[in-house]
Protein backbone atom coordinates (compact mmCIF):
# COMPACT_ATOMS: atom_id res chain seq x y z
CA UNK A 1 0.00 0.00 0.00
CA UNK A 2 1.76 3.31 -1.10
CA UNK A 3 2.05 6.05 1.97
CA UNK A 4 1.25 9.63 2.08
CA UNK A 5 2.93 11.94 -0.70
CA UNK A 6 4.00 14.87 -0.20
CA UNK A 7 6.48 17.87 -2.22
CA UNK A 8 8.18 19.55 -2.44
CA UNK A 9 10.65 17.94 0.17
CA UNK A 10 12.45 21.06 1.10
CA UNK A 11 11.84 24.44 0.10
CA UNK A 12 13.48 28.09 0.61
CA UNK A 13 11.76 31.30 -0.02
CA UNK A 14 12.05 34.92 0.76
CA UNK A 15 9.61 36.51 3.28
CA UNK A 16 6.76 37.83 1.56
CA UNK A 17 6.87 35.16 -0.93
CA UNK A 18 4.60 32.86 -1.76
CA UNK A 19 4.55 28.77 -1.95
CA UNK A 20 2.73 25.67 -2.05
CA UNK A 21 2.82 22.50 -0.44
CA UNK A 22 0.72 19.55 -2.46
CA UNK A 23 -0.58 16.14 -0.51
CA UNK A 24 -1.99 12.54 -1.84
CA UNK A 25 -3.17 10.52 0.71
CA UNK A 26 -3.40 6.69 1.28
CA UNK A 27 -5.92 5.46 -1.17
CA UNK A 28 -9.29 5.25 0.11
CA UNK A 29 -8.77 7.92 3.47
CA UNK A 30 -11.51 9.90 3.58
CA UNK A 31 -10.06 12.38 6.37
CA UNK A 32 -6.66 14.70 5.64
CA UNK A 33 -4.92 16.66 7.92
CA UNK A 34 -2.30 19.31 8.08
CA UNK A 35 0.13 19.98 10.59
CA UNK A 36 2.82 22.65 11.41
CA UNK A 37 5.64 21.52 13.27
CA UNK A 38 8.01 23.84 14.22
CA UNK A 39 11.61 22.54 15.57
CA UNK A 40 11.12 21.19 19.21
CA UNK A 41 7.75 21.28 19.34
CA UNK A 42 5.76 18.20 18.68
CA UNK A 43 2.79 18.36 15.20
CA UNK A 44 0.49 21.54 15.60
CA UNK A 45 -3.32 20.82 13.51
CA UNK A 46 -3.40 23.72 10.75
CA UNK A 47 -6.54 22.16 9.12
CA UNK A 48 -8.83 18.90 8.71
CA UNK A 49 -10.97 17.67 5.75
CA UNK A 50 -13.18 15.06 5.82
CA UNK A 51 -13.75 14.31 1.81
CA UNK A 52 -13.99 17.86 0.19
CA UNK A 53 -15.22 19.30 3.37
CA UNK A 54 -13.55 21.23 6.19
CA UNK A 55 -13.58 20.06 9.67
CA UNK A 56 -11.61 22.12 11.95
CA UNK A 57 -9.51 24.99 10.93
CA UNK A 58 -8.97 26.96 14.12
CA UNK A 59 -5.32 26.89 14.25
CA UNK A 60 -5.35 27.81 10.40
CA UNK A 61 -3.61 31.84 10.57
CA UNK A 62 -6.35 32.62 7.65
CA UNK A 63 -5.04 35.96 6.68
CA UNK A 64 -2.00 34.18 4.98
CA UNK A 65 -2.60 30.00 4.97
CA UNK A 66 -5.29 28.59 2.74
CA UNK A 67 -5.71 24.97 1.78
CA UNK A 68 -8.04 23.16 -0.45
CA UNK A 69 -9.19 19.72 -1.38
CA UNK A 70 -11.55 20.00 -4.35
CA UNK A 71 -12.15 16.62 -5.09
CA UNK A 72 -11.95 14.76 -2.04
CA UNK A 73 -8.57 13.14 -2.87
CA UNK A 74 -5.51 15.21 -2.97
CA UNK A 75 -4.68 18.87 -1.31
CA UNK A 76 -2.76 22.13 -1.28
CA UNK A 77 -1.84 24.06 1.58
CA UNK A 78 -0.47 27.91 0.83
CA UNK A 79 1.08 30.63 2.04
CA UNK A 80 0.71 33.71 0.70
CA UNK A 81 2.75 36.04 2.20
CA UNK A 82 5.33 34.11 3.60
CA UNK A 83 6.67 34.90 7.54
CA UNK A 84 10.31 34.19 8.87
CA UNK A 85 8.09 32.69 11.59
CA UNK A 86 6.65 30.55 9.43
CA UNK A 87 9.69 28.36 9.00
CA UNK A 88 8.95 24.84 10.22
CA UNK A 89 7.93 21.30 8.49
CA UNK A 90 4.86 21.14 7.12
CA UNK A 91 3.25 17.30 7.64
CA UNK A 92 0.14 15.67 5.91
CA UNK A 93 -1.44 12.65 7.76
CA UNK A 94 -4.67 10.68 6.49
CA UNK A 95 -6.86 8.51 8.37
CA UNK A 96 -9.74 6.11 6.86
CA UNK A 97 -12.58 7.57 8.84
CA UNK A 98 -13.60 9.36 12.19
CA UNK A 99 -14.56 6.70 14.52
CA UNK A 100 -13.09 5.50 18.38
CA UNK A 101 -9.91 3.33 17.84
CA UNK A 102 -10.31 3.75 14.01
CA UNK A 103 -8.47 7.24 13.67
CA UNK A 104 -4.97 6.13 13.27
CA UNK A 105 -3.06 8.75 11.25
CA UNK A 106 -0.75 7.58 8.87
CA UNK A 107 1.99 10.37 8.37
CA UNK A 108 3.82 11.97 4.84
CA UNK A 109 7.49 12.75 5.01
CA UNK A 110 6.67 16.19 5.20
CA UNK A 111 8.05 19.33 3.57
CA UNK A 112 11.13 21.35 5.47
CA UNK A 113 9.76 25.03 4.63
CA UNK A 114 12.42 27.67 5.63
CA UNK A 115 11.48 31.59 5.47
CA UNK A 116 14.72 33.89 5.06
CA UNK B 1 -7.65 24.54 25.05
CA UNK B 2 -6.62 20.83 25.56
CA UNK B 3 -2.97 20.30 26.40
CA UNK B 4 -0.61 17.87 26.28
CA UNK B 5 2.22 17.35 28.46
CA UNK B 6 5.37 14.49 28.43
CA UNK B 7 8.20 14.09 30.51
CA UNK B 8 10.71 13.87 30.39
CA UNK B 9 11.79 16.38 27.10
CA UNK B 10 14.85 14.18 26.73
CA UNK B 11 16.49 11.17 28.33
CA UNK B 12 19.85 9.58 27.36
CA UNK B 13 20.52 6.09 28.42
CA UNK B 14 22.84 3.15 27.60
CA UNK B 15 22.07 0.20 25.62
CA UNK B 16 20.24 -2.78 27.50
CA UNK B 17 18.45 -0.14 29.76
CA UNK B 18 14.88 0.22 30.43
CA UNK B 19 12.93 3.40 29.59
CA UNK B 20 9.73 4.60 30.64
CA UNK B 21 8.37 7.97 28.81
CA UNK B 22 4.95 9.54 30.34
CA UNK B 23 2.44 11.58 28.98
CA UNK B 24 -0.51 13.62 30.84
CA UNK B 25 -3.27 15.36 29.62
CA UNK B 26 -5.80 17.83 29.63
CA UNK B 27 -8.96 17.74 26.93
CA UNK B 28 -12.37 17.75 26.77
CA UNK B 29 -13.97 14.41 25.72
CA UNK B 30 -11.19 12.42 25.29
CA UNK B 31 -11.18 9.73 22.39
CA UNK B 32 -8.15 7.94 22.15
CA UNK B 33 -4.45 8.36 23.46
CA UNK B 34 -1.58 7.84 20.47
CA UNK B 35 2.19 6.97 20.42
CA UNK B 36 4.35 8.03 17.85
CA UNK B 37 8.02 7.37 17.04
CA UNK B 38 9.89 10.34 14.88
CA UNK B 39 13.04 9.75 13.53
CA UNK B 40 14.12 12.34 10.65
CA UNK B 41 10.99 12.08 8.94
CA UNK B 42 7.20 11.58 9.36
CA UNK B 43 6.22 10.09 12.97
CA UNK B 44 5.56 6.73 12.57
CA UNK B 45 2.39 4.85 14.67
CA UNK B 46 3.33 2.73 17.72
CA UNK B 47 0.36 2.52 19.63
CA UNK B 48 -3.40 3.71 19.90
CA UNK B 49 -4.98 3.07 23.38
CA UNK B 50 -8.61 3.55 24.12
CA UNK B 51 -9.40 1.88 27.08
CA UNK B 52 -8.06 2.21 30.92
CA UNK B 53 -5.39 -0.29 32.30
CA UNK B 54 -5.33 -2.72 29.13
CA UNK B 55 -1.57 -2.88 27.93
CA UNK B 56 -0.80 -2.92 24.73
CA UNK B 57 2.41 -4.26 23.57
CA UNK B 58 4.52 -4.44 20.20
CA UNK B 59 7.77 -6.46 20.84
CA UNK B 60 10.47 -4.44 23.37
CA UNK B 61 7.55 -1.44 23.41
CA UNK B 62 4.72 -1.45 25.54
CA UNK B 63 2.07 1.12 26.47
CA UNK B 64 -0.63 1.50 29.24
CA UNK B 65 -3.52 4.29 29.52
CA UNK B 66 -4.87 5.25 33.19
CA UNK B 67 -7.79 7.66 32.72
CA UNK B 68 -8.15 8.30 36.24
CA UNK B 69 -5.10 10.19 36.17
CA UNK B 70 -5.48 11.58 32.88
CA UNK B 71 -1.84 9.75 31.75
CA UNK B 72 0.02 7.22 29.54
CA UNK B 73 3.45 5.93 29.95
CA UNK B 74 5.35 4.25 26.86
CA UNK B 75 8.46 1.52 28.37
CA UNK B 76 11.14 0.55 26.17
CA UNK B 77 12.92 -2.41 27.61
CA UNK B 78 16.18 -3.76 26.27
CA UNK B 79 17.13 -0.33 24.75
CA UNK B 80 18.83 -0.12 21.21
CA UNK B 81 20.65 1.73 19.24
CA UNK B 82 17.69 1.94 16.52
CA UNK B 83 15.33 3.53 19.59
CA UNK B 84 17.18 6.91 19.61
CA UNK B 85 13.85 9.23 18.19
CA UNK B 86 11.68 11.41 19.42
CA UNK B 87 8.63 10.17 20.95
CA UNK B 88 5.35 11.68 20.65
CA UNK B 89 2.32 11.11 23.34
CA UNK B 90 -0.91 12.75 21.20
CA UNK B 91 -4.46 12.81 22.50
CA UNK B 92 -7.66 12.42 20.08
CA UNK B 93 -10.73 14.62 21.95
CA UNK B 94 -13.80 16.13 20.58
CA UNK B 95 -16.75 15.53 18.11
CA UNK B 96 -13.86 16.44 15.18
CA UNK B 97 -11.47 13.30 16.52
CA UNK B 98 -8.72 16.38 16.73
CA UNK B 99 -5.55 15.30 17.66
CA UNK B 100 -3.73 17.36 20.13
CA UNK B 101 0.71 16.62 20.56
CA UNK B 102 3.15 16.56 23.16
CA UNK B 103 6.46 18.52 22.82
CA UNK B 104 8.00 14.95 22.54
CA UNK B 105 10.50 13.19 24.73
CA UNK B 106 13.65 12.67 22.79
CA UNK B 107 15.66 9.85 23.37
CA UNK B 108 19.05 8.69 22.67
CA UNK B 109 20.78 5.10 23.73
CA UNK B 110 24.18 5.16 23.44
CA UNK B 111 26.30 1.86 22.36
Known amino acids: EAGVAQSPRYKIIEKRQSVAFWCNPI?????LYWYQQILGQGPKLLIQFQNNGVVDDSQLPKDRFSAERLKGVDSTLKIQPAKLEDSAVYLC??????????????FGPGTRLTVT | EDKVVQSPLSLVVHEGDTVTLNCSYE??????LLWYKQEKKAPTFLFMLTSSGIEKKSGRLSSILDKKELSSILNITATQTGDSAIYLC???????????FGKGTLLTVNP
Open chain 1, 93 to 106: ASSFTLRVGKNEQY
Open chain 2, 90 to 100: AVEAGSNYKLT
Open chain 1, 27 to 31: SGHAT
Open chain 2, 27 to 32: VTNFRS
